[in-house]
């Protein structure tokens, strides 16, 4: 099981990142994916998941901003986060709990 996360980088308060991780080792289909986050010094948070039919779950701190999906044919999740503020800075991982497996995390930094 494998999974890489791309699509990091820096930008101003209000702005836009898209986050992907792509998996591979297992029949994504079938399992919940997530994405965590962790800011220096903090532990390392919960931001969204979705199950394997397209449900989707988010912290109280991103909903209404973050949106989670997946791109099944192509074993992908996607995080698009929109609004960004500096409290979102942090590197963000993808995480599949069914196999206790981590990307190797993205860094978002959030500045003006």
């Known amino acids: 099981v494998q999974l890489v996360e791309s699509g990091g980088g820096m930008v101003q308060p209000g702005g836009s990142l898209r986050l992907s991780c792509a998996a591979s080792g297992f029949t994504f289909s079938n399992y919940r994916m997530s994405w965590y986050r962790q800011a220096p010094g903090k532990q390392r948070e919960w931001v969204a998941s979705i199950s394997g039919s397209g449900t989707t779950f988010y912290a109280d701190s991103v909903k209404g901003r973050f949106t989670i999906s997946r791109e099944n044919a192509k074993n992908m999740v996607n995080l698009q986060m929109d609004s960004l503020k500096p409290e979102d800075t942090a590197v963000y991982y993808c995480?599949?709990?069914?196999?206790?497996?981590w990307g190797q995390g993205t860094q978002v930094t959030v500045s003006s």
């Open positions: 995480y599949a709990i069914s196999f206790g497996t």
